[in-house]
């Protein structure tokens, strides 16, 4: 289930994400926010890497809509509960007809008397039996809720040791990371590293990151906002960009520049991207992915190497909104 804050770049990171962890996997769509993943695996891992995922985890069944109570009953969800001491189930209705407190009651207490290992947890339980009513179709669900909880606003911008007005907040740069389909023990360079946002949730996930920034007090103000969080990356280098000495890597994520809040030398962001454009079909290996990350106010731009996998546009305020391109290297 999304998160439901209506961009395309919800949709665009789920099928980055399976695609990541499993190039066989179907995608089946259910509602504008729910979607049924066949022949996927490491479920658990891609939920709690999502940014824009809500919930996520085993199909325990699918139920008629009409008669939820009768029918959660018969099916057989033992095996998703056996190792699980505490639960607790949580009903979505996206149909707006239901009482969703008194049914969760109402089967809370079947599980437990049918279950008598089990007891009730609201806030921390084991496992979290979900009840997804669509319009069409009523889905059941075994989650971990430790896939769930998400700490963005731990790292949100103003908490960090190092503040800057040119910064990403954490769940967009993780969307950002998901987007390059990059592993953990892979390698991922922001060429424009900033205050170190990207390479934040890189290293969250594990993956290797290197940061380069042309500018000294961006790259000791993103070492210590990685320190702050324990989080190791390959290096931050002072550098510029676009003649820097690395030479591999297995994604390209980056804000690129621009405004009064960040730092070019002088260069304008067109030069900026072509420039590096450049630089990734040096660096970047043949079917591997940048994410390049500009303001719409610039020209539409063509990365010659390179094929335009997607676009998604991120409204931010009236002056700005974000363009995120997705390429793979050809």
């Known amino acids: 289930m999304l998160s439901g804050e209506g961009q395309t ?13 499993n190039g066989n996997a179907s995608l089946e769509s259910v509602a504008d926010r729910v979607f049924v993943a066949r022949n996927a695996t490491y ?8 940014a824009y995922l809500r919930l996520g985890g085993q199909v325990i069944g699918e139920i008629e809509s009409s008669s939820i109570v009768s029918e959660f009953q018969r099916l057989d969800y033992s095996p998703f509960v056996d190792d699980a001491r505490t639960f607790a189930v949580k009903l979505v209705d996206f149909t707006g007809k239901l009482s969703p407190e008194s049914i969760e009651a109402y089967l809370g207490a079947s599980i437990k008397a049918k279950d008598a290992h089990l007891t009730v947890s609201l806030e921390s339980p084991d496992i979290l039996v979900a009840i997804i009513v669509c319009s069409t179709r ?3 669900g075994a989650i971990k809720p430790e896939t769930v909880h998400r700490a963005w606003s731990r790292r ?15 769940k967009f740069a993780r969307a950002l990371v998901n987007l390059a389909k990059v592993k953990p023990g892979e390698i991922l360079l922001d060429p424009f590293c900033g205050t170190g946002s990207i390479l934040l949730e890189a290293g969250l996930v594990g ?33 510029d960009a676009l003649i820097s000495s690395v030479n591999r ?19 304008s962001s067109d030069v900026i991207l072509g420039g590096l454009a450049e630089r990734a079909k040096a660096i970047l290996p043949k079917g591997r992915h940048a994410v390049i990350v500009s303001p719409e106010t610039l020209e539409p731009f063509e990365f010659d190497g390179f094929q335009l996998i997607e676009t998604h546009r991120i409204y931010v305020h009236r002056n700005l909104t974000r363009v995120v391109r997705v390429l793979r290297r050809s």
């Open 207 to 239: 993956v290797h990151a290197v940061g380069l920034d042309i500018n000294r007090k961006m790259c000791k103000g993103s070492l210590l906002n990685l320190s702050a969080f324990g989080v190791d990356c390959m290096g931050i280098l002072n550098s």
């Open 138 to 140: 009523t889905l059941v």
């Open 156 to 170: 949100r911008p103003r908490v960090r040791p190092f503040f800057h007005p040119a910064v990403l907040y954490p």
């Open 249 to 267: 890597c297995d994604a390209i994520v980056t804000d690129v520049p621009y405004g009064r809040a960040s730092s070019t030398r002088g260069m």
């Open 9 to 21: 770049i919800q949709l665009g990171e789920l099928k980055a994400l399976l695609d990541t962890y």
């Open 43 to 50: 479920v658990d891992e891609i939920v709690r890497r999502g």
